[in-house]
């Protein structure tokens, strides 16, 4: 269900230029896309902090975990080190402290990318870092996951977004 979300806006963006499936992690452009898709993710997380209404804020918590679940469909193979989520629902309310904590895990992850658009030749030709980088997106994953009282609130957002989502790519919204 997500992938085909993720793909059906993908194909629009590619369109305007901006996301062409797949991208690898080895290119400049590659790592231009995660860094573009992690900003995304801590965007909407901010957004469901700024929110005052509950279910505004799981809303925008399901945009934040679908930019970071994104990530893993960038490229055509599967991940090295493809983690599974053991996910915790506890009801914790998004908080600056975990926004920080989700965002240094992933600028640890971006320190690890050698290539900029920028560059004529690239530094390294290879990414070695897709074990740290699944860390990073099950960290944040956890974190979003976390503000979910179940797994059956949890779904209930999850599918009535996808629906949404659905919605737009039908109607070129």
Same mark, same amino acid.
């Given at each position: 269900m997500r992938e085909a979300t993720f793909r059906g806006f993908a194909e629009r963006e590619a369109r305007k230029g901006l996301v062409s499936l797949p991208v690898s992690l080895n290119t400049a452009r590659?790592?231009?896309?995660?860094?573009?898709?992690?900003?995304?993710?801590?965007?909407?997380?901010n957004e469901a902090l700024e929110a005052s209404d509950y279910d505004h804020v799981l809303e925008e918590l399901i945009d934040s975990f679908n930019y970071w %679940?994104?990530?893993?469909?960038? *490229? %055509?193979?599967?991940?090295?080190?493809?983690?599974?989520?053991?996910?915790t629902f506890?009801? &914790?309310?998004? $908080?600056?402290?975990?926004?920080?904590?989700? %965002?240094?895990?992933?600028?640890?992850?971006?320190?690890?990318?050698? $290539?900029?658009?920028?560059m004529e030749n690239a530094q390294d030709i290879y990414f070695g870092g897709y074990g740290q980088l699944s860390q990073a997106i099950d960290y944040a994953v956890n974190?979003?996951?976390?503000?979910?009282?179940?797994?059956? *609130?949890?779904?209930?957002?999850? &599918?009535?977004?996808?629906?949404?989502l659905q919605f737009r790519l039908r109607t070129n919204y």
């Open positions: 590659g790592q231009d896309i995660v860094r573009l898709y992690a900003f995304r993710a801590l965007e909407e997380y %679940t994104s990530l893993r469909f960038l *490229e %055509t193979r599967p991940w090295p080190h493809a983690a599974t989520w053991p996910v506890a009801s &914790v309310r998004p $908080n600056l402290h975990d926004l920080g904590a989700m %965002t240094a895990r992933i600028a640890s992850v971006m320190d690890l990318f050698r $290539n900029r658009s920028w974190l979003i996951a976390s503000s979910f009282g179940s797994f059956d *609130e949890f779904w209930h957002f999850f &599918v009535a977004k996808d629906n949404v």
